[in-house]
């Protein structure tokens, strides 16, 4: 009796079998390239968006509802990608599909909620210092571990422990590395205030990445490429329509031609920063739904705490800030934490 598990096939001679083993081989690795393109999508979008923010803050950017529709306001780059893929028909014809109101309404929550969780994101950055806001951050891993367990059915082996620790750890490194140069002339009130926002935003990001994946099993009910696109472009929508509406709001729109004219870069430099910025968060947005329905929701954010200390590495080569130990050792147990999740699988 052949074993089914073989993927190497021979033929009757004892030869292997080629035209066998090239059918099953990408069979078999397409899920670890897939893995390994949305992992790409989360570091590059996560980081150089990053330093997009902080570049613009260092040049005289001051707006918390500009940054905050930049984070949703480039959905349109997507919309090609949506037109491109090819419709999946389901393999069980009795497959019942979801209901255009229950996915408009899905969409409208999710949007809803990105939006708040973009302008605490905001308001924390803005009165914390940054070593401050990343210690917060971090316990996004904590909060994704509970939300995970309940909704999710998320089982934990000691490598996912593992790895959640070394991430956390070295997340906590980056709060001992302290910019004497950066000064956060804040009141307590303003720092308690964006303390509290913070770890808010966190929270609720986990819980929105946890609903995220359980909507695509008891709702969406597809995990093509092309769902995941859908996703991002009417939830980005959404979002970006609803912090709109609090950038006219709040009056803050009828300061951006001055802020753009003083832009010590220039204005030029100042729009593309800013486009450049909705850009990759929308790359880093594709990246991590692409790992939650292929993995689960805690793997993309494992893959999103890496990126955490890779950008003090990137502001060395752009903003020539200095490296030492701490920021070393930061990346290694990284790297080592994402090593020890990707052994679990």
């Known amino acids: 009796m052949a074993q089914e598990t073989n993927d190497v096939h021979f033929a009757d001679d004892g030869t292997v079998n080629e035209r066998s083993f090239m059918v099953h081989w990408p069979r078999k690795h397409k ?19 990053t330093i ?34 090819p419709v ?7 497959a ?15 949007g809803v909620f990105l939006a708040a969780l973009c302008v605490l994101y905001s308001i924390g950055l803005l009165y914390l210092p940054v070593s401050t806001y990343s210690l917060i951050c971090a316990s996004q891993l904590g909060f994704n571990a509970i939300f995970a367990y309940f909704l999710n059915q998320q089982k934990f082996t000691p490598y996912i422990m593992n790895s959640i620790f070394i991430l956390t750890l070295s997340t906590v490194l980056l709060v001992f590395q302290n910019n004497s140069g950066e000064s956060m002339n804040t009141s307590k009130g303003k ?12 929270a609720g990001y986990a819980l929105l990445l946890s609903l995220t994946q ?67 968060w929308q790359i880093f947005s594709i990246g991590t739904l692409g790992l939650i329905f292929k993995v689960s929701c805690l ?37 080592w934490g994402f090593l020890s999740y990707m052994y679990q699988h």
């Open 31 to 49: 899920k670890w390239v897939q893995m390994l393109v949305y992992t790409i999508f989360v570091l590059f979008g996560q980081s150089v968006a």
């Open 52 to 85: 997009m923010g902080r570049l613009y803050f260092n040049k005289g950017g001051n707006s918390i509802w500009l940054l905050t529709l930049v984070q949703t306001v480039g959905f349109p780059a997507l919309v090609p990608f949506l037109l491109i893929s």
């Open 88 to 94: 999946q028909t389901s393999n069980d014809a009795n």
């Open 96 to 110: 019942e599909k979801p209901k255009s109101l229950v996915l408009a309404l899905l969409y409208v929550f999710l």
């Open 191 to 202: 720092y308690a205030f964006g303390f509290i926002c913070t770890i808010c935003a966190s």
């Open 214 to 280: 359980l909507s695509y099993r008891i709702v969406v009910k597809d995990e093509s490429f092309r769902a995941v696109v859908a996703m991002i472009i009417y939830q980005s929508m959404v979002s970006s329509l609803v912090i709109t509406i609090g950038l006219f709001a709040s009056g803050d729109w009828k300061r951006l031609r001055a802020e753009m004219m003083k832009f010590e870069l220039g204005n030029v430099a100042y729009v593309m920063i800013l486009v450049s910025k909705a850009v990759c």
């Open 299 to 335: 793997f993309s954010n494992v893959v999103s705490t890496v990126g955490l200390p890779i950008v003090p590495i990137l502001a060395v080569v752009f903003f020539h800030e200095e490296i030492n130990g701490v920021k070393m050792v930061s990346m290694v147990m990284a790297i």
